[in-house]
Nanobody
Framework: EVELVESGGGAVEDGGSLRLSCVGS???????????LAWFRQSPGKNQREMVA????????GYGDSVKGRFTISKDHTKKTLYLEMTRLKPEDTGIYYC?????????????????WGQGTQVTVSS
């Protein structure tokens, strides 16, 4: 069974930085690298998970409009680890951050396009 485990969340002040990690298990590195990988977040009071960033099997990144220029997604397939480098954090970045995986050519922005999810890690940005 594929498992994704996030870590790296925490509480920071406005303008701070955090680095999230998501480690995959239960699959070989080739399958991890051959997947669409994504970060979503669920903000307080919102029912829908919002796409933060995606990275394709070829390493092509995609970002939500609210995080472009501040967040960077990357992966290390040898470690089966997905990263999210978050800089210039704002209070509106507060939420639970989830990593997700799906085997497909093109990474989707909708959470319904992903079948494997981690348990989430909390990020809190105070003003």
């Amino acid at each position: 069974e594929v498992e994704l485990v996030e870590s790296g969340g925490g509480a920071v002040e406005d303008g701070g930085s955090l680095r999230l990690s998501c480690v995959g298990s239960g699959l070989p590195a080739s399958q991890f690298n051959g997947s669409c990988l994504a970060w979503f977040r669920q903000s307080p009071g919102k029912n829908q998970r919002e796409m933060v960033a995606t990275i394709s099997r070829l390493g092509t990144p995609g970002y939500g409009d609210s995080v472009k220029g501040r967040f960077t997604i990357s992966k290390d397939h040898t470690k089966k680890t997905l990263y999210l480098e978050m800089t210039r954090l704002k209070p509106e970045d507060t939420g639970i951050y989830y990593c997700a995986r799906e085997v497909r050519q093109v990474c989707l922005e909708a959470p319904g396009g992903y079948s494997s999810w981690g348990q989430g890690t909390q990020v809190t940005v105070s003003s």
